[in-house]
């Protein structure tokens, strides 16, 4: 008991502790110091002694955390008209811009996750994860979430030809979005 207690604690103070990073403004002015992400907000701080501040996408753009080089980027993307700005991880940036947003599907938002005892089996707890993939061009407005498979993917990047070619030929995977978006930064972008 004491064990799960110590690893619980541990845990805790090792999400609770920030890490060194940049906060981007949209004005394009930027402050370093040390930042988490709680909540669809950035937690940041200019030094560890400080208490940190909530900001939100109506000052702040991105923020970069940088521990030992190497770089993660995280920025406000409103998915379309009607859903409110969502944190995103930045994968792959050009022509177009590769967004990750991992969804944590609880039964209780406001609870952590419960626990479901299956037979035979330890506590698990229930806490579903879905990775979304979003695209988006400079000229766009709005990105676009790829999703059902190779149909959308090769709609959205139907004007380069070669690429949707070597999606057609299996040389391109449906996991390898990245290497999709950096071929058509590569190839195709104007």
Known sequence: MIRIFLLFFLWNVSFAQSNEATLFFKDGTSVKGFGTIKKNKIQFRA??????????????????????????KYAFVKPDKMSKYKIMKVITEGEVTLYEHVVIDYFDFDDPPFTINLPGTQHQP?????????????????????????????????????????????QFYRNEIQQIVEYYNDICAE
């Open 126 to 170: 229930y806490q579903p994860e879905k990775t979304r993939h979003y695209v988006q061009k400079k000229k766009e407005e709005f990105p676009t979430l790829l999703k059902d498979g190779f149909g959308r993917i090769k709609k959205y990047f139907s004007d380069c030809e070669t690429l949707v070619k070597k999606i057609e030929n299996n």
């Open 47 to 72: 030094s560890l002694n400080d208490e940190p501040d909530l900001w939100d996408e109506v000052l702040v753009e991105s923020i970069v955390f940088d521990p030992e080089d190497t770089f993660v």
